[in-house]
């Protein structure tokens, strides 16, 4: 079982950099893949961000290549997510998601999920 815990989020303005974390519970953590997901209002949830359980590999949707950083600590059960140069659009409830295996940009194949934490750019 893993519990995850998300944190950071909050209102910037457009331009403007945040830092998610996602902390989480269990000796699991270091084998799961770990991804971030984001649903603004009236529209679907939708892949942002997921690293491997080595930091190896990491995946990105098109929307915040370059601009979106993902990280993980091990050590500290935590995934991160840097975001820079925010915009309007970026706005939305972002959710944690652990992964044993599976698609990393599918939601449905995520396993656990933490509660998520609003993010809002204003313009």
């Known amino acids: 079982q893993v519990q995850l815990v998300e944190s950071g989020g909050g209102l910037v303005q457009a331009g403007g950099s945040l830092r998610l974390s996602c902390a989480a519970s269990?000796?699991?953590?270091?084998?799961?893949?770990m991804g971030w997901f984001r649903q603004a209002p009236g529209k679907e949830q939708e892949f942002v961000a997921a690293?491997?359980?080595?930091?190896?590999?990491?995946y990105y949707a098109d929307s915040v290549k370059g601009r979106f950083t993902i990280s993980r600590d091990n050590a500290k059960n935590t995934v991160y997510l840097q975001m820079n140069s925010l915009k309007p659009e970026d706005a939305a409830v972002y959710y944690c998601?652990?992964?044993?295996?599976?698609?990393?940009?599918?939601?449905?194949?995520?396993?656990?999920w933490g509660q998520g934490t609003q993010v809002t750019v204003s313009s």
């Open positions: 998601a652990a992964q044993l295996r599976g698609t990393v940009r599918a939601s449905h194949e995520y396993d656990y």
């Open positions: 269990g000796r699991t953590f270091s084998s799961k893949t």
């Open positions: 690293i491997g359980w080595s930091s190896r590999n990491t």
